[in-house]
Every structure is written in structure tokens, then in C-alpha cells.
């Protein structure tokens, strides 16, 4: 199956401090990519979904000036959360879809990131 | 607006036979997903229902009805390493393809 690659795995840092997620995929040109947050025992909820070139689509409550999204290539999508605070503190996951839809249709996703805010 | 709901935790012992429910309350359904996610890792995909009926693959079987708003996944000859959590996902047809909804997931813990 396809494979979908993040970076980095785990990340503390400093209150105030912006921190890059990376999300790439590895064996597909990814048109669209899409970035979720789960707190612990709770649902993925989605943030965004990026698509290739052009501007994030931002769900209702996720405030763009925070959690920079960026999709300059068809493997690469970042996500930036600037001035990070210990509420932002939790697990970030990105998933990618191709061109073509799969014969089932699901979600490659990355391994993750857990971003820990002091 | 749409809600999914899943039990919160099962457990059951190894080898034996757990039925994870999923209702959901959707407008323009267009597939039921379940996935599987390890504490701390991202989540695998394990099934897919669009229409109603049961999809089996190898230990785990998934099964759709449209009209009740009701999915299962069966996880049969239980594993410790199916310790995991099972989230539930549905797409609307509205939504692009790969904007799911998730539910809360159920934790399902495998004893010896």
C-alpha cells in the first residue's frame, strides 16, 4: 500500500516557541493531504485539508494563523504551529490521497507526531 | 451535523469473538470506514462498506445497514495483538473524498 511518511515522531518544546510537522508521501503524488489532532482517548478531528498549490481549507474553530499549513509540492505538506502553547499539546496526524481514488477508498496516514508543549 | 457513537472500551480474552457497534446519524452517506490505531501510532485501514451487507476479510468481518445507521466490525479468534483501539469513520457525499468523520474509537483489550 502506499506509504505516508511524518517528521518528526515526537517534539518538546518551549511555550511561545513554533514547531514544523512534516508530511510526506513517499511512493504517490499526494494532491491532497489532510491534517487531524487527537487528544488522548478522543477522535481524530480534522484541521484542514491542503491541497497541492493552492491555499488550506480550514474546518470551523482551527485558526489558520496558528497551525500554518503548507502544500508546495505533490509529496511534501507541512504544518506549522506557531507561538505553541501546552493546550496545543497533542497528537498530530496527517493522511494523503492521490489522483486516483484506491478500489476502497481509505486513508494512508502518517506514523504521527506527539508535540509536547512545556 | 452528524454523530457517531461507539463504546468507549471492551474486553474480551484470546481467541474469542468481539462485535464492535457503530451507529451514526449522517446526512448524504457515502461509505463506513473502521480503522485500527495502536496507542501512539497512526491508524491502518482495516474495512470499507458503502452498501449494506457483510465484507469479510480474513479474521475480521464488517457489516452495513444503511437504513438503521448501524455498523459492526467482528473480530473473530482474538489476538493480543488486536489490543488496539477501532475507530469508525463515515464519509458524506458532500465531503471531498478522504474528509472522514471519525468517531471516538473503541479501546478493545485482549486478556490471556
Known amino acids: 500500500g502506499a506509504v505516508v511518511s511524518q517528521h518528526p515522531s515526537r517534539v518538546i518544546c518551549k511555550s511561545g516557541t513554533s514547531v514544523k510537522i512534516e508530511c510526506r508521501s513517499l511512493d504517490f503524488q499526494a494532491t491532497t493531504m489532510f491534517w487531524y489532532r487527537q487528544f488522548p482517548k478522543q477522535s481524530l478531528m480534522l484541521m484542514a485539508t491542503s491541497n497541492e498549490g493552492s491555499k488550506a481549507t480550514y474546518e470551523q474553530g482551527v485558526e489558520k494563523d496558528k497551525f500554518l499549513i503548507n502544500h508546495a509540492s505533490l509529496t511534501l505538506s507541512t504544518l506549522t504551529v506557531t507561538s505553541a502553547h501546552p493546550e496545543d499539546s497533542s497528537f498530530y496526524i496527517c493522511s494523503a490521497r492521490g489522483r486516483r481514488e484506491t478500489t476502497t477508498g481509505e486513508l494512508f496516514f502518517g506514523e504521527g507526531s506527539r508535540l509536547t508543549v512545556l | 451535523g452528524q454523530n457517531i457513537d461507539q463504546p468507549t472500551e471492551m474486553t474480551a480474552t484470546e481467541g474469542a469473538i468481539v462485535q464492535i457497534n457503530c451507529t451514526y446519524q449522517?446526512?448524504?452517506?457515502?461509505?463506513l470506514f473502521w480503522y485500527q490505531q495502536h496507542a501512539g501510532e497512526a491508524p491502518t485501514f482495516l474495512s470499507y462498506?458503502?452498501?449494506?451487507g457483510l465484507e469479510e476479510k480474513g479474521r475480521f468481518s464488517s457489516f452495513l445497514s444503511r437504513s438503521k445507521g448501524y455498523s459492526y466490525l467482528l473480530l473473530k479468534e482474538l489476538q493480543m495483538k488486536d489490543s488496539a483501539s477501532y475507530l469508525c469513520a463515515v464519509k458524506r457525499r458532500s465531503d471531498s473524498w478522504g474528509k472522514f468523520q471519525f468517531g471516538a474509537g473503541t479501546q478493545v483489550v485482549v486478556t490471556p
Open positions: 462498506n458503502v452498501l449494506d
Open positions: 449522517t446526512s448524504g452517506f457515502n461509505g
